[in-house]
């Protein structure tokens, strides 16, 4: 187990990996493309650079913190820009000034000690479904046709600007007042958007590139988390192919038996 902790590669410069069973990334939206699946079909596909990510911390229960988890870095930036505290931490840890900092909470030990790089290639690969969270666009103040999407009020019969408005909000004359959770215009976007179970497409390890087939919440150039699926199913697997051979008539002559499904 001490081999796979410290396990280098002449290719990677001799960087300390993590062990393939800790599946966390931290990575930037780059944008859209469209590539061909496994069958073939043409989709839309999100392209998130996922890693490198040094470990700068790990955090124990009997430490100070007193709770599992992982603080990574990922991306570069200028020394000057970062704040005094904050490059210390990184001195301190041996890693270069980088543009992301943050902490993945585990429930148990994850075997990653400080120093250690977590790297796209052997984390994840094509089949995979991942989970990925980023922060929305923020849209600033909204009306109730762009946020909750109304449909507005007619335009004809002597109203006047009433097209937008969101028409009754109070209750009669017995409640005298707007009920609590009225959709209402205000501030839309900018929320920590979580979307579950997409599913890889293709790895490219040598760009850090993964292929999604899912939006990505967040502009281009936006952090995003990547992780396993907290789901059940954590694969695609193909499904069981039943050879039927029928006669003339449509009656089944021959029925061979389901073969099992193998994992992508």
Known sequence: MADELTQKTEGDGGVKKTPPTFRHLLG?????TQVFDKDGALCGASIVKAGPCPVMRVKR?????????????FGERKEKNVPKPLLGQFKAAGVKPSRFVREVRLAADPKVEAGQTVVLDGVFKAGDYVDVRGWSKGRGF?????????RGMPGSHGASDKERSPGSLASRRSLGRVLPGQRMAGRMGGDLICVHKAEVLKIDAGKNLVYLKSSVPGPAGGLVTLCETVKSKKFRTEKAKIAVRKDKMGNIIMMKKPTKAKPA
């Open 28 to 32: 930037e939206k780059v944008g859209m």
């Open 61 to 73: 229960p009997d430490g100070p913190d007193g709770y599992w988890a992982v603080q990574m870095a």
């Open 142 to 150: 909204a009306g109730v046709m762009k946020r909750h999407n109304f």
